[in-house]
C-alpha cells in the first residue's frame, strides 16, 4: 500500500501536460511509434524493454535478464543491474525512473555519466515510456541496493507516485506490463517469437545469460535459459547444429576495434548452396544489408580471388571468381556497433554509415587473408567448393541461353499436358498443378475451363533444397511448370510475364501428397521466391469425407468436422472417405475443390526469409512433426476467396 512517508520527493508542474501530449500522441498513432499494431508490434513492447535491461549489461553492471510469459499474457522483464535511478530529476523535478517510463524519447540515457556506450536501436529507440503508454497497467520495481521502489501506471498515467516500499539489498529494474487490448489486434504472445530474438540477443551481448519462461498454460510450462560466451561464433555453431549441417572447417572468428566502432564477424562454409549472411547494427538485425554486408561481400570476394591466383587455385586463364561463387554455402554472422547508426530504407531495415563499409572490407580482407594463408587445407576445400559453384554458374548461364533461345524459335511452346484456360488475363487466371494423372484427368474434366488451367505433374523430381540451377533446367518435372507459369526462373524472374497470379498445388492429403506438396514448395521458395512474397502460390485442400443423406451432401475436411456433421445428420447417412484425388469424379472434384464458392485454400506467404530458409530445411528433413507444425502455422486458410 502507498505510504505517505515514503512518498518519493516530487514537484509536479508543467511536465505533466507534457507526459498527457506524449501520450496521446503514441496512443493516437500507435504504428509510428512500434511499427504495426499486429503481432509484430505486440512483441515489440517486450524488446523495447529487454533493450534497457540489454544497454545496462552492456554497461558492464548486468548479466542476468529474465522474461516471463505469465497468466493472462502478462510480461515480466527482470534485469540484476543498478536498478533505474530514483533520484529527482533536476530539469523535471521527478523521479529518474518515472522520467523514463512516461516521457516521449526519455529511453535513452541523459545524465549518465558512465552509461556506456548507448546502442540506441529498437524501433529505434522509443523506449520504456511507449511501452508504458500502450499497456492497459504497467508497474516497475527498483532495487539499488539500499531500498526498493515502485511505481505503478495505467495506460501511461501514474497510478500515484514513486513509493519507497522497504529496505532492499538486492539491485536490478523488474518491468510487468500488459499490453492493452485496445491498442493491439491480438494480445497473445507466441514463445517462438520471443525466443528467437532474445536467443539472438544471447549471441550478440557474449556473456549475459537470458533466461525466457512461459507459464501460461500450467500443464505445460516453458523455461530456456540461453547464455553463449562465444557470441558470434556460437551463433554460427548453432545454425549449423540446429540444422544439421556439414562444415567444411572451423568457425573464423574475427574482430576490429576503432575509437567509436567495433566489428565483429563469425563465418564458416557448409556443403550447402546456399548463402546465409546475416547483418546486424548495434544488435539490431538489418534484414536489408547495408554498408556493413557490402564491406563484407567485396572484401570476401576480393581476397579469394586475389589469394586464389597468387597460389594458383585460380589459374591464368580462368575467370575470376564471382561474389555468389564465393558465398555459396556460407554462414556469416556480422555485428557491428557504431555510435551514431544511420538506419535507412522504408523499414529502417538496412545500415548507411559509409565509414563502416571501409572498416569491415579492410578486417576482413587482411584478417581472412592471414587465416588462407595459415591453413591451406581448408584454403583448398573452400576453393574447391568456390570453383564448383563457378562451373555451375556456367553451365547453368548456357542453359538459360538454350531455353531462351528454344523459346524464341518455338515461340514459347507450352507443354504438351497443360490443359490452358481461355482467359489471357493473369489476374483472373489460375493454375492447378496436379500429381498423378487420374487426378489430372479429373480435374480437366471437372475446372472452369474459362479461367482455370490444369497441368499435370509426372516424371522424377530432384531434391530442389539440395539442387543448384542448372539442374532445375532441364528437369522433366519442373521444367513444364516454368514453361506454364512464364515468367521465367531465378535471377531472370519477371512477374509481368507470369500467367496466372493463383498457382494452385493440389496433392492428395497423405504423405505423398505432404512430399509433393514440400517439394514444390521448396523449389518456389529456393527458385521463384517473387511468387510467394506477392502471394501467388496455393495449396488445395481437398476434403477427406463426403457425407450424405437422401439428397443431402456435406464435404468434412478433418474428423472433428466428419463427427459434427454425423451428429447433425442423426441416423441413415452414408459417409465416403476419399483415399485420394483420383477417387473423386469430375463433378465432385469441381464442387469441392476447385469451385471458388465452396473450395478451401491455404495461401502459402513467407514473411521472414531467414526463417523460411530454416523452416525449408526443417522441411526437407524427415522429421513430420516439425513439418506438420510449419504448415499450420505459416498457412492461412481462405474460404471463398474474391479474385
Ligand atoms: C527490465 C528493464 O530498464 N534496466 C535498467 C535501466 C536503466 C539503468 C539500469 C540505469 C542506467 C543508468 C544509470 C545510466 C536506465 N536508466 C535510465 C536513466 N530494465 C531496465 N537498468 N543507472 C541505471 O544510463 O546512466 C534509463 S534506462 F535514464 F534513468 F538513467
Not at 51 to 68: F, K, M, Q, R
Not at 327 to 356: D, H, M, P, Y
Not at 577 to 586: A, C
Amino acid at each position: 500500500m502507498a505510504n505517505i512517508e515514503n512518498k518519493v520527493e516530487n514537484n509536479y508542474g508543467g511536465e505533466q501536460i507534457q507526459v498527457l501530449e506524449g501520450l496521446e500522441a503514441v496512443r493516437k498513432r500507435p504504428g509510428m511509434y512500434i511499427g504495426s499494431t499486429g503481432p509484430k508490434g505486440l512483441h515489440h513492447l517486450v524488446y523495447e524493454i529487454v533493450d534497457n535491461a540489454i544497454d545496462e549489461a552492456l554497461a558492464g553492471y548486468c548479466d542476468h535478464i529474465e522474461v516471463e510469459i505469465l497468466p493472462g499474457n502478462i510480461i515480466r522483464v527482470s534485469d540484476n543491474g543498478r536498478g533505474i535511478p530514483v533520484g529527482i530529476q533536476p530539469k523535471l523535478g521527478i523521479p529518474a525512473v518515472t522520467v523514463v517510463f512516461t516521457i516521449l524519447h526519455a529511453g535513452g540515457k541523459f545524465g549518465g555519466e558512465n552509461s556506456g556506450y548507448k546502442v540506441s536501436g529498437g524501433l529505434h529507440g522509443v523506449g520504456a515510456s511507449v511501452v508504458n503508454a500502450l499497456s492497459e497497467w504497467l508497474k516497475v520495481t527498483v532495487h539499488n541496493g539500499e531500498g526498493q521502489y515502485e511505481q505503478s501506471f495505467k495506460r501511461g498515467v501514474a497510478d500515484g507516485d514513486l513509493v519507497r516500499v522497504g529496505d532492499s539489498t538486492r539491485k536490478g529494474t523488474v518491468v510487468e506490463f500488459k499490453a492493452d487490448r485496445e491498442m493491439f489486434e491480438t494480445c497473445e504472445y507466441e514463445y517462438e517469437v520471443l525466443e528467437t530474438r532474445l536467443r539472438e540477443q544471447a549471441f550478440l551481448n557474449a556473456g549475459v545469460r537470458i533466461t525466457l519462461s512461459d507459464t501460461r498454460d500450467a500443464e505445460a510450462e516453458i523455461r530456456e535459459s540461453m547464455h553463449y560466451e562465444g557470441g558470434v561464433k556460437s551463433f554460427v555453431e548453432y545454425i549449423h547444429t540446429k540444422r544439421d549441417m556439414t562444415v567444411l572447417h572451423p568457425v573464423i572468428h574475427i574482430k576490429t576495434e576503432t575509437s567509436n566502432s567495433t566489428a565483429e564477424i563469425a563465418m564458416q562454409y557448409n556443403d550447402s548452396y546456399n548463402a546465409n549472411i546475416i547483418s546486424f547494427a548495434n544488435n539490431i538485425n538489418t534484414p536489408d544489408g547495408g554498408t556493413h554486408e557490402q564491406g563484407f561481400k567485396t572484401a570476401l570476394t576480393r581476397v579469394f580471388n586475389d589469394f586464389g591466383r597468387q597460389k594458383g587455385y585460380i589459374k591464368e586463364k580462368d575467370d575470376n571468381l564471382s561474389g555468389e561463387d564465393v558465398r555459396e554455402g556460407i554462414t556469416a554472422i556480422i555485428s557491428v556497433k557504431v555510435t551514431e547508426a544511420q538506419f535507412e530504407g522504408q523499414t529502417k531495415a538496412k545500415l548507411g554509415n559509409t565509414e563502416v563499409r571501409g572498416l569491415v572490407e579492410g578486417l576482413v580482407y587482411e584478417k581472412l587473408k592471414d587465416f588462407l594463408e595459415e591453413n591451406p587445407g581448408t584454403a583448398k576445400a573452400i576453393y574447391e567448393k568456390a570453383q564448383s559453384a563457378q562451373r555451375a554458374r556456367e553451365a547453368a548461364k548456357r542453359a538459360r541461353e538454350l531455353v531462351r533461345r528454344k523459346s524464341a524459335l518455338e515461340t514459347a511452346r507450352m507443354p504438351g499436358k497443360l490443359a490452358d484456360c481461355s482467359s489471357k488475363d493473369p489476374k483472373e487466371c489460375e493454375i492447378y498443378i496436379v500429381e498423378g494423372d487420374s487426378a489430372g484427368g479429373s480435374a480437366k474434366n471437372g475446372r472452369d475451363r474459362r479461367y482455370q488451367a490444369i497441368l499435370p505433374l509426372w516424371g522424377k523430381m530432384i531434391n530442389v533444397e539440395k539442387a543448384r540451377l542448372d539442374k532445375v533446367y532441364g528437369n522433366e518435372k519442373l521444367t513444364p511448370v516454368v514453361t506454364a507459369l512464364g515468367c521465367g526462373i531465378g535471377e531472370d524472374i519477371d512477374l509481368e510475364k507470369l500467367r496466372y497470379h493463383k498457382v494452385v498445388i493440389m496433392a492428395d492429403a497423405d504423405v505423398d501428397g505432404q512430399h509433393i506438396r514440400t517439394l514444390m514448395l521448396t523449389f518456389f521458395f529456393r527458385f521463384m521466391r517473387p511468387l510467394l512474397d506477392e502471394g501467388y502460390i496455393y495449396i488445395a485442400m481437398p476434403p477427406l469425407y463426403k457425407i450424405s443423406k437422401g439428397k443431402q451432401v456435406r464435404y468434412a475436411y478433418d474428423e472433428e468436422e466428419r463427427e459434427a456433421i454425423v451428429a447433425q445428420f442423426g441416423n441413415g447417412y452414408k459417409i465416403q472417405r476419399y483415399k485420394g484425388l483420383g477417387e473423386m469424379n469430375p463433378d465432385q472434384l469441381w464442387e469441392t475443390t476447385l469451385n471458388p464458392e465452396n473450395r478451401v485454400m491455404i495461401r502459402v506467404t513467407l514473411e521472414d526469409a531467414q526463417k523460411a530458409d530454416e523452416t525449408f530445411t526443417i522441411l526437407m528433413g524427415d522429421k513430420v512433426g516439425p513439418r506438420r507444425e510449419f504448415i499450420e502455422k505459416n498457412a492461412k486458410y481462405v474460404k471463398n476467396l474474391d479474385i
